[in-house]
């Protein structure tokens, strides 16, 4: 099984934590990971992004051209990427920052309001790990546990003290995710 | 019967392939009585340049690095960081400092490398036959300006000390000439205290020596002897431009 | 010690400090920062020196100075800055010195790109600065085989006093993988009692130097570099191979480049082909002897690199005639994806055997 994402936003969104925390999760699960960020002028323009596999065996290319997921927190990246998803893949959209739906009917789309649901959290700057704990709500890549765990060793301990906001937006992206995933069936 | 005068042990028994007149044997002789003298002969890494001293590693009786051209000051910079105990220099003439070395001695001064460097100004490129010098003066001729230096065209002569003592690393920096036994004995006092100033840890040191090349000039030895001392004088003025004193 | 998740270019450097280097001298310029950040960061922690020098001209010439002190001293760079640094790489060679040199390729010629590329191939492997001689160039294709690499490219580097390049690009320098930090295997490293010490009155002077005015002295210089080349060459030669006794088509490719290439691989393997890979982890030596192994039934040679074809001289030099040999590049910082290359190696298997290639 090897599963290839792309994560996309603008700098600051918190993109390429997102892509980092999923990467060491999969290394704590021992499966092979990569993380491979987009880097240079590309940074200051519509998009930063970065791909990222974790697969059960080693892996080989580590840019993603067809992706299994793809998480877009700006309308800019959906724009870019809605076209990489394979057939039957994940498109989880930031439905706080895009107004405008996916085109493709041939993949589970997820519309999640992160930044909403941050805020009411009290703080806006946890919108990716909304988002993020709806992604593993969708696919159930790594374990919850395994992304908490991470959490330090990407961001070192002295942000420890973040990890029961983070816990609790990657838990209500969860939820947002199930909601979305009833409106599916 | 008492001995008046011995050869510095900082010397090797090699002879040297200067010209006759050529000042770089007092200078070399200068700088290893002062190691030998200051007791860090035994301890000490010499850097050689590019140009007429580039043989200098076969005539120094110490641990000896040959450069590139003009890098001298960053690979004495390599060695000290190594080895921040040992004593350090190195021997560049002008084509080698102040041409295609300047990036290499301003920012080994502006960093405050605890090294020492002996600069041999002698207005022209020896090595490679006479061609014009950043040094060469004004009007003085070399193969690559036959008409004589234009400043129109090449500029001014670059005044090194000078432009080192503006940068707040360069802890001791001073002008000095060869030309005479009295010159002789100041440029030796200078060169010691520049030494001492790495020894005792104050940072980056140069001295200017201002040279003779009868050779590549056409004149005898004794002429050049003159001829530094009414042309380049004037031009290049002797004397002390920074102390670590004066540094705060 | 457990795996943790390393970016490729603090990979370097903590893999150089695992190695016992305390000495780095560089300058910044993408896509290789994080590398002398990491150091600066590191080096002060373990009483090792950092600095930052004016230029690459400086920083080579700071290595080498320290590394004829004795030191374990490394310094990096990317394409452009590594051209500046070939004065000295020349200089180290020559002198007989151990460092090790990094280049994070970009896109080139001049000021190119800070996307990844395998522009500098050529540079690498024929010397790059002036003189008759040679680097070990290594090119890893990973983060761990990048560290281990850095680790036993010092070793090698002491063993032969010669300088070791790593060879990489933009993407092994930004992407991260895990990583662990082992031992490389136990080599007999000589002592280095030619080192800039200081004499303490002990011994005679020790001299470091690349000049030779006699013509007979540098000819024996020569031939004794050579020599050393040799043994090099025997005893150094690093390469993965891949099923090319079954193969109809072999891929050779290196660095990134052949983990692109395996991805189609497997893909092609699914459709029935059957497609073999050399990948060269030593540029130089270069690993000619491996393509005696591919069976007679195979119908060539497809070379895949980020530039318009330079690998592709020794992969000729390696067939020797033998097959057709067909190349594919892609330039400036555009990286070939898994399927352009499974259409290549289709292509190639298509063309008709009459021996003629690229």
């Known amino acids: 099984m090897e599963e290839r994402i792309v994560v996309a936003g603008f700098g600051g969104q918190g993109v390429m934590a997102i892509g980092q925390l999923l990467t060491y999760a999969g290394m704590i699960e021992n499966r092979h990971v990569s993380w491979l960020p987009s880097y240079g002028p590309e940074m200051r323009g519509g998009t930063a992004n970065c791909n990222v596999i974790v697969s059960d065996e080693a892996i080989g290319a580590p840019v993603i051209e067809e992706a299994s997921a793809v998480i877009v927190m700006n309308k800019p990246s959906l724009d870019k990427f809605e076209d990489n998803v394979i057939k039957g893949g994940k498109l989880l959209i930031n439905s706080s920052l895009i107004d405008k739906k996916a085109v493709r009917n041939d993949i589970d789309i997820y519309y999640i309001p992160a930044n909403e649901i941050a805020s009411e959290l009290g703080n806006d700057r946890v919108a990716n790990m909304v988002i993020l704990g709806a992604y593993l709500e969708a696919t159930k890549l790594v374990k919850e546990e395994s992304v908490l765990e991470a959490f330090t060793k990407v961001f070192g301990e002295n942000k420890a003290h973040l990890l029961p906001l983070n816990k609790e937006a990657i838990e209500k992206g969860m939820e947002a995710a199930k909601e979305q995933e009833k409106a599916m069936v | 019967m008492a001995v008046v005068f011995e050869k510095t042990r900082g010397l090797t028994d090699v002879q040297t392939h200067y010209c006759p007149g050529c000042t770089h044997g007092i200078v070399h002789r200068l700088v290893a009585e002062s190691l030998e003298e200051l007791g860090v002969l035994d301890d000490t890494i010499g850097v050689a340049p590019v140009g007429c001293s580039v043989l200098a590693y076969k005539y ?189 | 010690m457990a795996k943790v998740l390393m970016k490729g270019n603090e990979a370097i450097g903590a893999a150089a400090i695992e190695a016992g280097c305390k000495y780095f001298f560089g300058y910044p310029i993408t896509p ?142 930004q992407m991260m993988e895990p990583v662990e930090f082992k031992k490389p295997k136990k080599r007999e490293l000589p002592e280095k009692d030619w080192a800039t010490t200081g004499t303490k009155g002990k011994r005679k002077p020790n001299i470091i130097n690349s000049l030779y005015l006699a013509a007979e002295e540098l000819e024996e210089h020569n031939k004794r570099l050579q020599e050393k080349y040799k043994a090099i060459k025997e005893n150094e030669v690093k390469v993965e191979s891949y099923n090319i006794e079954d193969a109809d088509i072999v891929v050779a490719a290196y660095g990134t480049t052949s983990r692109i290439a395996k991805t189609a691989i497997s893909q092609l393997e699914k459709e029935g082909y059957k497609v073999g890979l050399i990948r060269p982890i030593s540029l130089w030596p270069f690993p000619y002897e491996e393509f005696n192994k591919i069976s007679d039934k195979c119908k060539g040679v497809l070379t895949i690199e980020m530039n318009t074809g330079q690998m592709v001289d020794d992969v000729k030099i390696a067939v020797n005639g033998r097959f057709p040999v067909y190349f594919y590049g892609r330039t400036g910082g555009m990286v070939p994806t898994p399927n352009e290359i499974a259409e290549k190696v289709k292509e190639s298997m298509e063309v008709k055997s009459n021996g003629c290639s690229i």
Request: proline share 6%; glycine share 12%; net charge negative.
């Open chain 2, 60 to 248: 120094f009786n110490c641990d000896m690095h040959e450069a590139a051209h003009g890098r001298a000051p960053a690979v004495a910079t390599g060695i000290k960081r190594v080895h921040p105990d040992k004593f350090v220099f190195t021997y560049q003439g002008d084509g080698d400092l102040a041409s295609i070395g300047t990036a290499e001695i301003v920012h080994a001064a502006h960093r405050g490398e605890k090294i020492s460097t002996i600069f041999i100004n002698n207005a022209i490129y020896g090595m490679t036959g006479g061609q014009m010098a950043p040094t060469t003066l004004v009007g003085q001729k070399a193969t690559t300006a036959p008409y004589g230096r234009d400043e129109a065209h090449a500029g001014r002569p670059i005044r090194m000390a000078e432009m080192l003592a503006t940068i707040h690393g360069a802890k001791f920096v001073e002008r000095v000439a060869v030309n005479t036994p009295a010159n002789v004995r100041k440029a030796k006092k200078a060169i010691k205290r520049c030494f001492e100033t790495q020894i005792n840890g104050e940072g980056f040191g140069i001295v200017e020596v201002l040279s003779t090349c009868p050779t590549n000039w056409g004149y005898t030895p004794e002429e050049a002897l003159k001829w530094l001392e009414e042309n380049m004088i004037p031009y290049y003025p002797l004397g002390n431009f920074r102390t670590p004193e004066e540094v705060e």
């Open chain 3, 32 to 173: 290789q920062s994080e590398l002398p950040e990491y150091m600066a960061r590191e080096m002060p922690k373990i009483n090792g020196v950092f600095l930052q020098a004016e230029s690459e001209i400086a920083a080579i010439n700071m290595v080498y100075g320290a590394a004829g002190a004795g030191a374990r001293v490394m310094t990096s760079s990317s394409s452009p800055g590594i051209s500046l640094k070939q004065e000295g790489i020349s200089y180290i060679a020559g002198a007989e010195l151990p460092c090790l040199i990094v280049n994070i390729m970009r896109g080139g010629p001049g000021l190119g790109s800070i996307q990844p590329s395998q522009t500098d191939y050529f540079q690498a492997t024929r010397g790059g600065g002036n003189g008759d001689y040679r680097l070990v160039v290594l090119a890893p294709a990973n983060v761990q085989e990048l560290v281990d690499l850095i680790i036993e490219g010092f070793d090698i580097a002491d063993q032969y006093r010669n300088p070791v390049m790593i060879l990489g690009d933009g993407m092994i320098g």
